[in-house]
């Protein structure tokens, strides 16, 4: 049973740049949520989506968009990069949005903005 | 708005002690807790997961306790062991302003465990 799979593993762009991080949740989880990881830090909430809809959304701004596919897959979207979008980000799958699971994640894509 | 602290942030033992790595949150609403460990550069493995109306949960050598009235949890790690070191994270399941879910995390304790 293969977890959550994320892709590519490590990439770098260069400032005003797009890129594009896709995620596979866990099988049998319908629910897939994405959070930046700092340096030093804990993770921060990105979004989430549930049945191919945002759901709700952290403090981040507008360049970071997303997308659910009808096979649950995910993919984050960021336009116009900056230094300091240069994280790592995880995808986190789980099944039913309100429920008490445990929530799996993704080993990461690792992004730096040069 | 849901903050969650963990306390100390680094932590130095010799193999074998037994130690306690300590979370607290604000906001005692929570849904449940759950606990991850993350090595150097890589992503997040689930430990234990305490919902809301529970106390402890256990696995092997760890022991996970949960205090909503006080707004703590604490991760107990008995007889350490070199492949323990790790970052231990502790994040709060909590309702956002939609009524979904997300995680709240801490900064995380840096662990190592000396041979």
């Known amino acids: 049973d293969a977890g959550v799979t994320q892709s590519p593993t490590h990439l770098i762009k260069t400032r005003g740049q797009q890129v594009t991080l896709r995620c596979s949740p866990k099988?049998?989880?319908?629910?897939v949520s994405w959070y930046q990881q700092a340096l030093g830090q804990g993770p921060q909430f990105i979004f989430q989506y549930y049945e191919e809809e945002e759901r709700q959304r952290g403090n981040f701004p507008d360049r970071f968009s997303g997308h659910q596919f009808p096979n649950y897959s995910s993919e984050l979207n960021v336009n116009a990069l900056l230094l300091g979008d240069s994280a790592l980000y995880l995808c986190?799958?789980?099944?039913?949005?309100?429920?008490?699971?445990?929530?799996?994640f993704g080993e990461g894509s690792w992004l730096t903005v040069v | 708005k849901q903050e969650v602290t963990q306390i100390p942030a680094a932590l130095s033992v010799p193999e074998g002690e037994n130690l306690v790595l300590n979370c607290s949150f604000t906001?005692?609403?929570?849904?449940?807790l759950q606990w991850f460990r993350q090595d150097p550069g890589k992503g997040l493995t689930s430990l234990l997961l305490?919902?809301?109306?529970?106390r402890e949960q256990t696995s092997g050598r760890l022991n996970a306790s949960l205090d909503k009235s006080s707004g703590r949890s604490t991760l107990y790690i008995a007889a350490s062991q070199p492949g323990d070191s790790a970052t231990y994270l502790c994040?709060?399941?909590?309702?956002?302003?939609?009524?979904?879910?997300?995680?709240?995390f801490g900064t995380g304790t840096r662990l190592l465990v000396s041979p």
């Open positions: 994040a709060a399941r909590t309702w956002g302003n939609t009524g979904f879910q997300k995680l709240v």
């Open positions: 099988s049998g989880h319908d629910t």
């Open positions: 986190a799958s789980s099944w039913g949005q309100s429920s008490g699971n445990t929530i799996y």
């Open positions: 906001d005692s609403a929570i849904y449940n």
């Open positions: 305490i919902q809301s109306s529970q």
